[in-house]
């Protein structure tokens, strides 16, 4: 299980109406479900903004969480948003047709002078 926790983490911050996440690593087979519970724990109604500027690989298992996760927050009246692909992740959102599906955006979240990622003004925090 330390080996998954290495391979990638999340962090996630709420606001009011607005839900940031951070995704850092590899989101594949063996940490999709990581992935997957901090996408459908957002509140109903929320805007996601989900970074993934510090995602290195997106494997199949982690698109299909990203579809479903779009569908789950669309139903509940929100919207995923994702931030700042690298060009391996942007490569595979545009070769599987997500970007145009889901939001993409190149501006990613401000971090402050300790490295922690902020969105406004609230700290996002790990899980």
């Known amino acids: 299980m330390g080996q ?3 391979r990638f983490h999340v962090e996630v911050g ?3 109406q607005v839900v940031d996440v951070r995704a850092i690593g590899e989101v594949d087979v ?3 479900a990581a992935f ?5 724990a957002a509140p109903a109604g929320s805007v996601v903004r989900l970074d993934v500027s510090g995602v290195r690989v997106l494997s199949a298992a982690g698109v299909r969480a990203l579809l479903a996760a779009h569908r789950r927050i669309r139903a509940r009246g ?5 931030v ?4 391996v992740v942007s490569r595979v959102l545009r070769v599987t047709g997500l970007h145009r599906i889901i939001p993409v955006v190149d501006t990613r979240l401000d971090r402050g002078a300790d ?4 969105a406004g003004d609230r700290e996002l925090v790990a899980c």
């Open 4 to 6: 998954h926790e290495e």
């Open 14 to 16: 709420v606001g009011d």
């Open 30 to 32: 063996a940490t999709v």
């Open 36 to 40: 997957r519970a901090a996408l459908w």
């Open 78 to 82: 929100g919207e995923l948003v994702l």
């Open 84 to 87: 700042g692909p690298d060009p």
């Open 115 to 118: 490295g922690v990622a902020r």
